[in-house]
């Protein structure tokens, strides 16, 4: 069984901050792990992704994740924070040969 | 990188009738996924269609309810039978590259359906 897991809902900072989005997950073998971004009234659009090799993955926008085995985590960062990143974040799991499953979101707000 | 493209972007029906959202690819993909969004919620995979085989649907989703039809490389259609208020949400289509190891997923615009 595989399952990812975002316990904030909702986080809001203020611009200039540096912005810390959790996930965790749980999975039996070596997880393909992804962080996608939501507009309001859009599609998900891709952001970055974590298949092996080096822990701290870039992705687009200025975001980077960072995978940690040792406690199942795979939370996204960035510093600083823009009032333009305000959306919902989705984390992703993707087990082999499987589609990917989908965190509950956590809806970001940075306030100018 | 692969665009998708969906047919409606919204729709209204009546409870009890059927809708058809039609996800077309500008290139030829493998596997095509559609995911169930509730407001403000997350996606739930509904379920995997490859061409040429029957749909894998996923728990809580079954062929008679969203009987989805993958009939060539770069299109699926999925089904809502006996639509329900409960149904009301937005459908996203989603692939990724021929080449496997991309592991990138991408989204279609996403059908936002209503149902009354």
């Known amino acids: 069984a595989q399952s990812v897991d975002q316990p904030d809902a909702h986080v809001t900072l203020y611009e200039g901050a540096s912005l810390e989005l959790r996930c965790s997950y749980s999975y039996s073998a070596a997880p393909y792990l992804f962080w996608y971004v939501q507009y309001p009234g859009q599609s998900l659009q891709f952001l970055l992704k974590?298949?092996?090799?080096?822990?701290v993955v870039k992705g687009t926008k200025g975001f980077e994740a960072e995978f940690r085995k040792s406690n199942s985590s795979f939370n996204l960062k960035k510093s600083p924070a823009h009032w333009s990143d305000s959306a919902k974040y989705f984390c992703?799991?993707?087990?082999?040969?499987?589609?990917?499953?989908f965190g509950a979101g956590t809806k970001l707000t940075v306030k100018p | 990188s692969v665009l998708l493209y969906q047919k409606p972007n919204r729709d209204i029906c009546q409870s009890g009738t059927s809708l058809k959202i039609q996800c077309v690819a500008d290139?030829?993909?493998?596997?095509m996924f559609w995911y169930q969004q509730f407001q403000e919620q997350s996606l739930m995979l509904m379920a995997t269609a490859n061409e040429g085989s029957e749909a894998t649907y996923e728990s809580g989703f079954t062929k008679d309810k969203f009987p989805i039809s993958r009939p060539n490389l770069t299109f699926s259609t999925l089904t809502v039978n006996n639509a329900r208020p409960g149904d009301s949400s937005i459908y996203f289509c989603?692939?990724?590259?021929?080449?496997?190891?991309?592991?990138?997923?991408?989204f279609g615009p996403g059908t936002r359906l209503t149902v009354l």
């Open positions: 290139s030829q993909v493998v596997s």
């Open positions: 992703a799991l993707e087990g082999r040969n499987n589609a990917p499953r």
């Open positions: 989603s692939s990724r590259d021929w080449g496997v190891s991309s592991y990138e997923q991408y």
């Open positions: 974590y298949i092996t090799g080096d822990a």
